[in-house]
Protein backbone atom coordinates (compact mmCIF):
# COMPACT_ATOMS: atom_id res chain seq x y z
CA UNK A 1 0.00 0.00 0.00
CA UNK A 2 0.90 3.38 -0.89
CA UNK A 3 0.19 6.10 1.50
CA UNK A 4 0.20 9.50 0.30
CA UNK A 5 0.46 12.09 2.79
CA UNK A 6 -0.39 15.39 1.34
CA UNK A 7 0.44 18.08 3.62
CA UNK A 8 -1.22 21.35 3.57
CA UNK A 9 -0.05 24.76 5.12
CA UNK A 10 -3.00 26.76 5.62
CA UNK A 11 -0.39 29.79 6.33
CA UNK A 12 1.28 29.51 2.95
CA UNK A 13 -0.87 31.97 1.06
CA UNK A 14 -0.55 34.91 4.39
CA UNK A 15 2.04 37.20 4.57
CA UNK A 16 2.91 38.76 7.97
CA UNK A 17 0.52 41.55 9.16
CA UNK A 18 3.56 44.53 8.23
CA UNK A 19 3.15 43.55 4.54
CA UNK A 20 0.31 44.21 2.51
CA UNK A 21 -0.34 42.57 -0.88
CA UNK A 22 1.40 45.04 -3.45
CA UNK A 23 -0.63 47.01 -5.80
CA UNK A 24 0.14 46.75 -9.97
CA UNK A 25 1.26 50.11 -9.06
CA UNK A 26 3.76 49.09 -6.17
CA UNK A 27 5.25 46.10 -8.55
CA UNK A 28 5.90 48.47 -11.09
CA UNK A 29 8.24 50.81 -8.49
CA UNK A 30 9.68 47.67 -7.23
CA UNK A 31 10.69 46.80 -11.22
CA UNK A 32 11.96 50.29 -11.34
CA UNK A 33 13.85 50.22 -8.13
CA UNK A 34 15.58 47.17 -8.73
CA UNK A 35 16.80 48.53 -12.08
CA UNK A 36 20.24 49.87 -11.68
CA UNK A 37 21.84 51.18 -14.71
CA UNK A 38 21.29 54.56 -15.63
CA UNK A 39 21.58 55.49 -11.84
CA UNK A 40 24.42 58.02 -10.21
CA UNK A 41 25.52 57.14 -6.45
CA UNK A 42 24.72 59.73 -3.72
CA UNK A 43 28.49 61.15 -3.11
CA UNK A 44 29.35 59.13 -6.49
CA UNK A 45 29.80 55.78 -4.11
CA UNK A 46 28.17 52.40 -4.06
CA UNK A 47 29.70 52.17 -0.78
CA UNK A 48 27.44 51.09 2.02
CA UNK A 49 26.98 54.10 4.80
CA UNK A 50 25.74 54.07 8.27
CA UNK A 51 22.32 55.40 8.90
CA UNK A 52 22.42 59.18 10.35
CA UNK A 53 20.95 59.36 14.21
CA UNK A 54 18.12 61.33 12.47
CA UNK A 55 16.95 58.14 10.42
CA UNK A 56 13.50 56.32 10.39
CA UNK A 57 14.67 53.51 8.78
CA UNK A 58 15.66 50.18 10.81
CA UNK A 59 18.08 49.09 8.79
CA UNK A 60 21.70 50.06 9.57
CA UNK A 61 23.17 51.00 6.15
CA UNK A 62 21.95 52.45 3.20
CA UNK A 63 23.09 53.67 0.08
CA UNK A 64 21.29 55.80 -2.53
CA UNK A 65 21.07 56.42 -5.75
CA UNK A 66 19.74 58.82 -8.63
CA UNK A 67 17.85 57.86 -11.90
CA UNK A 68 19.03 60.40 -15.00
CA UNK A 69 16.42 62.86 -14.19
CA UNK A 70 17.01 63.17 -10.42
CA UNK A 71 20.66 63.35 -11.32
CA UNK A 72 20.08 66.92 -12.98
CA UNK A 73 19.61 67.95 -9.25
CA UNK A 74 23.97 66.46 -8.06
CA UNK A 75 26.71 68.50 -8.49
CA UNK A 76 29.64 66.89 -9.63
CA UNK A 77 31.08 65.04 -6.35
CA UNK A 78 27.24 63.67 -6.57
CA UNK A 79 25.67 65.66 -3.10
CA UNK A 80 22.62 67.37 -3.70
CA UNK A 81 22.51 71.11 -4.83
CA UNK A 82 20.74 73.68 -2.29
CA UNK A 83 17.46 74.66 -3.23
CA UNK A 84 17.01 71.74 -5.41
CA UNK A 85 13.97 71.05 -6.80
CA UNK A 86 13.07 67.30 -8.29
CA UNK A 87 11.76 67.98 -12.25
CA UNK A 88 9.25 64.87 -13.05
CA UNK A 89 10.41 61.40 -13.30
CA UNK A 90 12.96 61.76 -10.93
CA UNK A 91 13.43 58.32 -9.26
CA UNK A 92 15.43 58.05 -6.05
CA UNK A 93 15.89 54.81 -4.54
CA UNK A 94 17.73 54.54 -0.95
CA UNK A 95 18.91 50.84 -0.38
CA UNK A 96 18.33 49.51 2.84
CA UNK A 97 20.96 47.18 3.62
CA UNK A 98 21.01 44.86 6.90
CA UNK A 99 24.06 44.19 9.00
CA UNK A 100 25.72 41.88 6.51
CA UNK A 101 25.07 44.43 3.99
CA UNK A 102 22.55 42.38 2.33
CA UNK A 103 19.60 44.19 0.76
CA UNK A 104 16.48 44.18 2.75
CA UNK A 105 14.25 47.24 1.57
CA UNK A 106 13.93 49.87 -0.96
CA UNK A 107 12.85 53.21 0.36
CA UNK A 108 11.62 54.64 -3.21
CA UNK A 109 10.61 58.60 -3.96
CA UNK A 110 9.63 59.00 -7.47
CA UNK A 111 7.97 62.53 -8.67
CA UNK A 112 5.11 62.25 -11.02
CA UNK A 113 2.42 64.55 -10.06
CA UNK A 114 -0.18 62.59 -12.75
CA UNK A 115 0.11 59.38 -10.36
CA UNK A 116 -3.12 59.10 -8.55
CA UNK A 117 -0.63 57.80 -5.45
CA UNK A 118 1.49 61.28 -5.24
CA UNK A 119 1.41 63.45 -2.76
CA UNK A 120 0.77 67.41 -2.66
CA UNK A 121 4.14 67.97 -4.09
CA UNK A 122 3.68 65.16 -6.54
CA UNK A 123 6.24 62.90 -5.20
CA UNK A 124 5.08 59.13 -4.86
CA UNK A 125 6.54 57.28 -1.86
CA UNK A 126 7.77 53.65 -1.89
CA UNK A 127 8.51 51.46 0.91
CA UNK A 128 8.81 48.00 -0.43
CA UNK A 129 10.95 44.81 0.94
CA UNK A 130 13.90 43.47 -1.86
CA UNK A 131 11.22 40.22 -2.16
CA UNK A 132 8.60 42.37 -3.66
CA UNK A 133 6.35 42.52 -0.64
CA UNK A 134 5.25 45.66 0.37
CA UNK A 135 6.14 47.42 3.64
CA UNK A 136 4.23 50.18 3.41
CA UNK A 137 1.65 50.32 0.22
CA UNK A 138 1.98 53.36 -2.26
CA UNK A 139 -1.62 54.25 -1.80
CA UNK A 140 -0.59 55.82 1.40
CA UNK A 141 0.59 58.97 -0.25
CA UNK A 142 3.49 58.85 2.37
CA UNK A 143 1.44 59.29 5.22
CA UNK A 144 4.31 57.50 7.50
CA UNK A 145 7.07 59.38 5.53
CA UNK A 146 6.06 62.83 5.34
CA UNK A 147 6.14 64.42 8.84
CA UNK A 148 9.81 63.22 9.35
CA UNK A 149 10.82 64.51 5.67
CA UNK A 150 8.98 67.84 6.27
CA UNK A 151 11.73 68.55 8.61
CA UNK A 152 13.67 71.50 8.50
CA UNK A 153 16.68 71.69 5.91
CA UNK A 154 15.01 69.13 3.83
CA UNK A 155 15.76 69.60 -0.07
CA UNK A 156 12.35 68.86 -2.30
CA UNK A 157 12.06 66.27 1.11
CA UNK A 158 15.36 65.12 0.50
CA UNK A 159 17.33 64.26 4.29
CA UNK A 160 20.55 62.71 2.70
CA UNK A 161 22.50 66.28 2.08
CA UNK A 162 21.39 67.27 5.59
CA UNK A 163 22.43 63.92 7.61
CA UNK A 164 25.09 63.72 5.29
CA UNK A 165 26.84 67.03 4.60
C1 LIG B 1 11.74 59.62 11.58
C2 LIG B 1 12.22 60.12 10.34
C3 LIG B 1 11.96 59.41 9.02
C4 LIG B 1 10.85 58.73 8.58
C5 LIG B 1 9.55 58.48 9.33
C6 LIG B 1 11.13 58.31 7.22
N1 LIG B 1 12.37 58.71 6.85
FE1 LIG B 1 13.22 58.44 5.00
N2 LIG B 1 14.96 59.27 5.69
C7 LIG B 1 15.16 59.79 6.96
C8 LIG B 1 16.54 60.23 7.09
C9 LIG B 1 17.18 60.89 8.30
C10 LIG B 1 17.17 59.95 5.87
C11 LIG B 1 18.65 60.16 5.52
C12 LIG B 1 19.36 58.81 5.46
C13 LIG B 1 19.25 58.00 6.72
O1 LIG B 1 19.97 58.27 7.70
O2 LIG B 1 18.45 57.08 6.74
C14 LIG B 1 16.14 59.38 5.00
C15 LIG B 1 16.33 59.04 3.67
C16 LIG B 1 15.34 58.62 2.81
C17 LIG B 1 15.49 58.48 1.38
C18 LIG B 1 16.72 58.86 0.57
C19 LIG B 1 16.51 60.25 -0.07
C20 LIG B 1 16.74 61.44 0.86
O3 LIG B 1 17.66 62.23 0.61
O4 LIG B 1 15.97 61.64 1.82
C21 LIG B 1 14.32 57.99 0.90
C22 LIG B 1 13.99 57.68 -0.55
C23 LIG B 1 13.42 57.83 2.04
N3 LIG B 1 14.07 58.24 3.18
C24 LIG B 1 12.13 57.35 1.95
C25 LIG B 1 11.27 57.22 3.04
C26 LIG B 1 9.97 56.60 2.99
C27 LIG B 1 9.37 55.99 1.72
C28 LIG B 1 9.43 56.67 4.23
C29 LIG B 1 8.09 56.19 4.70
C30 LIG B 1 7.71 54.83 4.44
C31 LIG B 1 10.40 57.35 5.08
N4 LIG B 1 11.50 57.66 4.32
C32 LIG B 1 10.23 57.61 6.43
C33 LIG B 1 14.21 59.91 7.96
C34 LIG B 1 12.93 59.37 7.91
Redesign the pocket.
Known sequence: MLTVIIAVSFNSCKKKDDDDEPTAFDTELYNMAKETSGFVWFKNSSSALP??S????SQPF?R?RYNAAAATQLDSTGQ?LTGATFPENSL???ELLNSSSVLERY???YKKPSNENADAKGWV???INADGSV??PTSNK?S??T???SQSDNID????????P
Do not use: Q
Open positions: KSGTGHLTIIVKAILWGYAEGACGCHYMLMKKYF
